[in-house]
């Protein structure tokens, strides 16, 4: 039996991220992962070697923002280890049926005078908008590289310009009842407060709606960030895939002594006298912790999966009925597309420019359209008969992708977990076959060439990955890539619940990380860092505590006399 100071369960992004700063700390670190290939949903793969090969594909995530507004890829110095990151420019590129069209740039001004083509008053309330969001997030980021229940991180983390735009946002009582309005509104409120045209809300309200909520949900007038962030800090991709960053993690790992064993799936979380203390894989195989179990996969499978129903009511009696009944997730997932492509897109009615490619395309002709791509899913709906998609050409960034000359196409289309009528039927009983998810593609991709015509004479081979196959493939609940839904009542001091918001667990020497907790699914590595603080804090607390308030008084210290 090997015994290790921590064991992480998953070798996901955030669990790296999580090893990472415990390594550095001078624990003994070993991570479990189920798959063969280290990364959850930020792997990139040569998945068909055959028809394709030599064509490298991001299996799940791709355009990389919430990573750049915190400390996580300077702070464990991933350049050294091999990421490089491609930015972005122009960010998003939406046609739209009338021959209009959205191109957004990283700068604002350029936007504007793109928008200002057909519209100089949304043009002018552009800027506006986005200098308010922006202002907006700079006041909430320090919130979301932090524990939530933390105010000494919480307030380290500000530095005079973040101060300002808080106090910018909330600072009079009229400030603070607008912001708190915004955020109970639904995204199809914001946008239709702010503007007029169709061709400039559709995408704001499609890229809204990655949160994984249609756009008429109340709550949810903070996904207007989405957009916010492509300009400042930035939407970004690995040079070689989302793989990368992964692999400039697992560089770092081993290097600090790390160790990952791949294809073990963790079966049970060993409990002795009320402490997690180890973990039994599938193969029937024990590893010890004497510090701690650290779960990268959600709580829902911890809890009610991998830990006798007794030992988790001892612990607290009211916590697996919490988690059967008030985590919400709403039967949305994911359809996932890739094609090996001969050449690139052309949207040839649009006066096409290879510069279209280089963000992400939406395909959203309205907010109606974006509407119904996701209400359809919690019906159990296929939105397939006019889908709304989000693409990305991947190869127009970073040719090395892809064999000389060719290119790749990432196609995300939002459908249901579970098919209504079908229940019981196809993979896993969700109603998910092999004919039906090819037919969706199939009218996925007619839709494309509505924009782009040659996608089909260009298309060398497919793959098309149902949400019961993804789901499978990403160990997640209903396929849900987000662990939990990203709405209000599920974040900061509720996610996943509040009693086990702060990513530690009532039962000793068990945490949390992941999509699942604080603050949230996508690419940031903010929840490994933030839980790596939480576990070294309940090591050593009044040493930890003491260090992160002198770290918190000289950075804003040393800020203020920057801006002085």
Known sequence: METYDVVIIGAGHNGLVCAAYLLKAGYRVLLLEKRSVPGGAATTEEVLPEDAPGFKFNLCAI????????????????AKYGLEYLFCDPVVFCPHPDGKYFLGHRSVEKTCAEIARYSPRDAERYAQFTQYWQQVLNAMSPMFNAPPKSIIDIAGNYNL?????????????????????????????????????EFLKAPLARLAAELGAPPSQKMLGIGMIMMAMRHNPGMARPKGGTGALVQA??????????????????????????RAVGVRTANGKEYRATKGVISNIDAQRVFLHLLNPAEVDAADPTLREHLERRIV??????????????????????????????????????????????????QGIIPDDDP??????????????????????????????????????????????????????????????QYAPNVKRSTIARRVESPAELGERLGAV???????????????????????????????????TGAGTHPGGSISGMPG??????????????????????????STISSLFRRS
């Open 529 to 554: 860092r933030n839980c790596a603080r939480v576990f070294l804090h309940t090591q050593q607390p009044v040493t930890q505590r003491l260090r992160d308030a002198k770290e918190s008084v000289q």
């Open 249 to 274: 993690l697992l560089n770092l790992v081993k290097t600090l002594g790390g160790v990952i064993l791949t294809d073990q799936q963790v079966k049970q979380v060993l409990i002795d006298d009320g």
């Open 161 to 197: 310009k973040k101060i300002r735009d808080l106090v910018s946002v909330v600072g009079s009582p009229i400030k603070t009842l607008d912001l708190i309005r915004t955020m109970l509104n639904s995204a199809e409120d914001v946008v239709n407060e702010w503007f007029d045209s």
């Open 329 to 378: 997730n709403n039967n949305e997932t994911i359809l996932k597309i890739d094609l090996a492509m001969s050449e690139p897109l052309k949207f040839e009615q649009y006066n096409h420019r290879d510069e279209y490619l280089i963000g992400s395309v939406l395909i959203a002709d309205s907010v109606r359209h974006v509407e119904k791509s996701h209400t359809d899913p919690s």
């Open 63 to 78: 355009d990389h923002e919430f990573i750049h507004l915190g400390p996580v890829v300077e702070e464990l110095e991933l």
């Open 388 to 449: 709304s998609m989000y693409v990305v050409q991947p190869t127009m960034l970073d040719p090395s992708m892809a064999p000389d000359g060719k290119h790749t196409v990432w196609i995300e289309f939002f459908a249901p977990y579970k098919i209504a009528g079908l229940e019981g039927t196809g993979k896993h009983g969700t109603g998910w076959t092999d004919e039906i998810k090819n037919q969706v593609a199939d009218r996925c991709i007619d839709k494309l060439a």
């Open 478 to 512: 209903n396929g849900n890539y987000y662990h939990i839904d990203m709405t209000l009542d599920q974040m900061i001091f509720f996610r996943p619940l509040p009693e086990i918001a702060n990513y530690k667990t009532p039962i000793e020497g068990l945490f949390l």
